[in-house]
């Protein structure tokens, strides 16, 4: 049986005192073993004249899914939207993960229903089409894959506010890690020597008493395993993560996105990787 998610308990509320919007832009759920996901659409375009969305992926308890980057083991999300029509993915953005052990690998990934969400790019009315396929586990993993379809207006048609999508969008965004502050910031990410492991150099805000997690992802090629605390003073740390895979042929300007959780807070940012 499924939880009830925070967007379901926050819709609840606002439709008991508000009319139910005409238009809906979600794709209606798709189920299978351990899960359900769905689409939801905010038709009117953001101050940066972008289209936003939510993918929403609800857990049965004891399930879990992984983030973009989950390590030695795991699926990451795949979002395809080339099957559209006046409609492209622009940035598929994950909410921080947690380090999963399931007893065989230890991975990054997510323990209770998550919404990943979209930024696409449209001009006027559009067929969004979209292909997902996501890695699922219980005690074992396994496959999910939907299709889903959502018909969208030109901006300019766009007349009322439709609650549901907005709800369901604006809580995958507000989900997301938050920039990095003067006193929570990633400094540097180096090579070491032989190129076998990364160090990453963080500043954490002073007296909190959670300890810090981090998460790397790289170019496509580019695979890291699972990272380990190594120093702390003075308010910086420093984490080390084997590298277990890469592209023959190495750019030399890597960029690295990377998530760092602390307690309840988290902050993404994207940094060179510095190579011998």
Same mark, same amino acid.
């Given at each position: 049986?499924?939880?009830?998610?925070?967007?379901?308990?926050?819709?609840?509320?606002?439709?008991?005192?508000a009319p139910a919007p005409?238009?809906?832009?979600?794709?209606?759920?798709?189920?299978?073993?351990?899960?359900?996901?769905?689409?939801?659409?905010? !038709?009117? !375009?953001?101050?940066?004249?972008?289209?936003?969305g939510a993918l929403e992926i609800d857990l049965a308890e004891g399930w879990k899914t992984y983030w973009i980057d989950p390590g030695a083991s795991g699926i990451p999300p795949q979002v395809d939207?080339?099957?559209?029509?006046g409609i492209e993915l622009v940035a598929l953005k994950l909410p921080a993960p947690i380090r999963v052990d399931d007893g065989y690998s230890i991975w990054a990934g997510y323990k209770h229903p998550v919404s990943l969400a979209l930024e696409m790019r449209r001009e006027g009315a559009a067929e969004l089409k979209a292909n997902v396929f996501l890695?699922?586990?219980e005690?074992?993993?396994? !496959?999910?894959?939907?299709?889903?379809?959502?018909?969208?207006?030109?901006?300019?048609?766009?007349h009322g506010t439709d609650v549901r999508a907005k709800v369901a969008v604006a809580k995958a965004f507000s989900d997301l890690p938050a920039q990095p502050s003067h006193d929570f910031d990633v400094l540097s990410a180096w090579a070491d020597e032989g190129g076998e492991s990364i160090s990453v150099?963080?500043?954490i805000p002073a007296g909190v008493e959670a300890e810090p997690a981090l998460f790397v992802h790289?170019?496509?090629?580019?695979?890291?395993?699972?990272?380990?605390?190594?120093?702390?003073?003075?308010?910086?740390?420093?984490?080390?993560?084997?590298?277990?895979?890469? !592209?023959?042929?190495?750019?030399?300007q890597v960029p690295l996105d990377v998530v760092v959780t602390l307690g309840d807070r988290a902050i993404e940012t994207t940094i060179p990787l510095e190579q011998n």
């Amino acid at each position: 049986m499924f939880r009830q998610t925070a967007v379901t308990a926050l819709l609840a509320a606002f439709l008991g005192s508000a009319p139910a919007p005409a238009l809906a832009l979600d794709s209606g759920w798709v189920e299978t073993e351990g899960a359900r996901m769905r689409l939801v659409v905010d !038709p009117e !375009p953001d101050a940066d004249g972008m289209t936003r969305g939510a993918l929403e992926i609800d857990l049965a308890e004891g399930w879990k899914t992984y983030w973009i980057d989950p390590g030695a083991s795991g699926i990451p999300p795949q979002v395809d939207l080339s099957q559209s029509t006046g409609i492209e993915l622009v940035a598929l953005k994950l909410p921080a993960p947690i380090r999963v052990d399931d007893g065989y690998s230890i991975w990054a990934g997510y323990k209770h229903p998550v919404s990943l969400a979209l930024e696409m790019r449209r001009e006027g009315a559009a067929e969004l089409k979209a292909n997902v396929f996501l890695g699922l586990c219980e005690k074992i993993c396994v !496959p999910f894959q939907a299709d889903f379809s959502v018909t969208l207006p030109a901006p300019g048609e766009v007349h009322g506010t439709d609650v549901r999508a907005k709800v369901a969008v604006a809580k995958a965004f507000s989900d997301l890690p938050a920039q990095p502050s003067h006193d929570f910031d990633v400094l540097s990410a180096w090579a070491d020597e032989g190129g076998e492991s990364i160090s990453v150099g963080l500043i954490i805000p002073a007296g909190v008493e959670a300890e810090p997690a981090l998460f790397v992802h790289g170019p496509d090629g580019w695979l890291f395993g699972t990272p380990e605390l190594v120093a702390e003073a003075d308010g910086e740390v420093r984490f080390s993560l084997p590298v277990e895979g890469r !592209p023959k042929a190495t750019q030399e300007q890597v960029p690295l996105d990377v998530v760092v959780t602390l307690g309840d807070r988290a902050i993404e940012t994207t940094i060179p990787l510095e190579q011998n």
